[in-house]
């Protein structure tokens, strides 16, 4: 490594080595502050931080008497409702938006909604008929980011018939951006690990278990830490401490079985389950990934597919039985009853907003410039309908989280009856920079924010 300024850094850097085989690997590195102005406010060359968003997507709706505060108003003045409640840690970054209505026509159950939710627009015969929000903002702060286009991650891999799919990000028409469900894969993707030798390629999965990454670059990064003032060593140390853990358990849940095969180097960590099943360990080891990716300034935007619309995966990681959630909790048709089935959902609604947690927590215990990552970031949560039982469109599930790097306004319950639901993506759009006028087509289509959300 060349010679470093104790006082001015690269605003993107990377700590370089080998593993044993030949195999390079570059660790990129969370923002510093000797890449950062005076204040910690900008980047030393002047430029602004950048800020992050992030689409997290759960299917089969809520129980709105169950989801909607009981209370409107601003920090003390609301608390958070039952199935909410697992979001408590993060409530002062959180916004509810309630009483919000999808206004089109839901011809194509769990895909109208959702299509609308996501783009303002009804389907169309390419799924959709306009770019998802998330897509919309990668244009104005991808950048020259590896992953301009964002990082896209799912748990569940099984929907239903007419619904929209398994992708909730799309460039537009024909166009999904298919998520990712091996945190194995994109662990490697990551570390941009690349043969010495010839073209791009990943890692014998026995060569990654003999040899950790931060072994490889511990050369590198001793020498950088010697030109790190102390907060910047403290920042160093954490993000490399929480990368080798994350590779040993990894590597652990891909050792061999007794027989010599390897496990399914999807699993990502022990006893987490099969690729495309839903598990809280799957969504922690995406989070991890997520958040290590957004800090590094590898992209700027992600969306993350907790379970797909009309979801029919199970969710016994929870505690349920083993069959449809989509059916037997979501429309209450278990055998069991329909006290039984309700008590479940509710179970599986308040099991997706303890996965979100995971990711804004992680998001929040984040150092970024002066602040988190989280006061630099918005991640937007939706579904595909509102009441799950009968394909409900009113008091739609909406959540906003974090501050956009002062843009918005968190820790508040806005309830406004009858809203187009499409004002909410145009808010968040607005508030990452986006110049558009308007968002949506036809009668999902806005041209006003909800400013009750803009700082």
Known sequence: MSRISRSVLPRRMFLRGVLAGGISVAVPLPRLFGMLNGNGTAYASGSPLPIRFGLW?????????????STTGTGDAWTLSEQLAPLQEIKPYLSVLTGFSIPIANVAPHAS?????????????????????????????????????????GLSNVSGATS?????????????????????????????????GGAPQPPDPELLRRSLVLDAVAADAQSLRARLGAADQQRLDLHL??????????????????TGTLVNPDTAY???????????????????????????????????????????????????DPTTFHEDY?????????????????TGVRFAMSNLSDTLVRMQNTPDGTGNLLDNSCVYATSCVAESQTHGGTDYPLLVAGKAGGKLVPNQHVRIVDENV??????????????????????????????????
């Open 330 to 346: 979501g429309h209450r048709l278990s055998p069991k009853g329909l006290t039984y089935a309700t008590a479940g959902f509710n």
């Open 57 to 69: 997507f759960f299917g089969n709706g809520i129980i709105p008497d169950r989801w909607v505060p």
């Open 241 to 258: 401490s929480g990368l080798n853990q994350l590779q040993q358990q990894i590597t652990a849940a891909e050792a061999p079985m007794a």
């Open 113 to 153: 909604m959702p299509a609308c939710a996501l783009t303002g627009a009804q389907v169309g015969p390419g799924n959709v008929q306009l770019p998802s929000i998330d897509q919309l903002v990668a244009k104005v702060v991808g950048g020259a980011t590896p992953f301009p286009t964002g990082l896209h991650v």
């Open 164 to 196: 929209l799919g398994l992708a909730v990000s799309f460039a537009g028409p024909n166009a999904p951006n298919n998520p990712n469900y091996s945190p194995t894969a994109l662990f490697q993707n990551l570390m941009q690990f690349k043969s010495t």
């Open 270 to 320: 022990p006893n987490r389950g099969a690729d495309g099943t839903i598990t809280r360990m799957r969504g922690q080891a995406f989070s991890d990934l997520l958040v290590f990716a957004l800090s590094s300034d590898l992209t700027r935007v992600f969306s993350y597919n907790f379970s797909c619309p009309a979801c029919h995966g199970n969710y016994t990681d929870c505690g349920l």
């Open 422 to 455: 499409s004002k909410v993506p145009f808010t968040v759009l607005t508030a990452m920079g986006g110049t558009a006028t308007s968002f949506g087509l036809d009668e999902g289509q806005v041209s006003s924010p909800v400013s009750e959300l803009l700082a």
